[in-house]
């Protein structure tokens, strides 16, 4: 199998970032026309992270979204369960390779976990954070909830995600590229070019705004608003996890 299918099997998704981890953000880079950089910004000033906070990046893949989380103070894990991602990333990084835990003293650790099945415990990190990995889990509330078990009591949830258009002659637009020219575009620049199949009809079958906000109020979180972002291709939605709640 070349690539995954939109079921969401883990071993098929974690398969193929796998193959495609050796020129994962260069493609992204092209595929995105840059825009890629300004989502990450834009997230990171979301999350907020200061000094002595400690950061969850969900589908960290190699580090890239990570890394602004560490420059402003904060201490961030990196995980994915894409070993061949994060393999990269640490690599990248300098590091000395991938953990099956949140140790060490340094800025960032690379940690192998699914996102079903977190493997850290209750109310450990200040903020959670998932960039456009959250329609790939095989359980979008169960994802949620184990991302609310693992925050602090009032500490927040950040997903960047790809969305709806609002306006509806640019989505027309947008899909044509997704369906159409996005697939030869990758072929060109990647080194797995059907996993760019697999992320423009799982672009087009995952909710809207409004609709993942109401996904992630029945998870348990609160407060929930989103913010679109170039023109509603992509949506920052944001939550706190209630300060009386212990999970």
């Not at 079921?7 to 050796?22: C, G, L, N, S, V």
């Not at 589908?59 to 991602?85: E, H, K, P, Q, V």
Request: hydrophobic letters at 45%; proline letters at 4%; one cysteine or more.
């Amino acid at each position: 199998m070349t690539r995954a299918s939109l079921d969401k099997q883990p071993r098929e998704i974690a398969a193929m970032f796998d193959r495609t981890a050796r020129r994962y953000d260069l493609v992204n880079d092209v595929l995105s026309l840059g825009q890629d950089r300004l989502w990450r910004k834009a997230t990171a000033a979301a999350v907020d992270a200061g000094p002595g906070e400690l950061v969850l990046d969900l589908a960290a893949g190699t580090g890239t979204s990570t890394d602004a989380f560490t420059t402003l103070g904060a201490r961030a894990i990196a995980c994915d369960f894409s070993l061949g991602m994060l393999r990269a990333g640490a690599e990248r990084h300098g590091g000395s390779g991938v953990s099956a835990e949140a140790g060490g003293t340094g800025r960032m650790a690379f940690v192998g976990g699914d996102a079903l099945k977190l493997p850290f415990a209750d109310e450990t990190f200040d903020a959670v954070t998932i960039s456009f990995g959250l329609r790939n889990v095989h359980d979008t509330a169960q994802a949620l909830g184990e991302m609310l078990r693992v925050t602090r009591p009032g500490g927040r949830l950040v997903v960047c995600e790809f969305s709806r258009p609002t306006v509806r002659s640019f989505d027309v637009v947008y899909t044509q590229y997704l369906m159409k020219l996005l697939p030869p575009v990758a072929r060109a620049v990647s080194s797995n070019p059907d996993s760019y199949v697999y992320l423009a009809e799982s672009i087009r079958a995952w909710p809207g705004q409004a609709g993942l906000a109401r996904i992630i109020g029945e998870a348990g979180w609160e407060g929930v608003r989103w913010r679109n972002l170039s023109f509603g291709i992509v949506a920052l939605h944001r939550a706190v996890k209630p300060a009386a709640q212990s999970r």
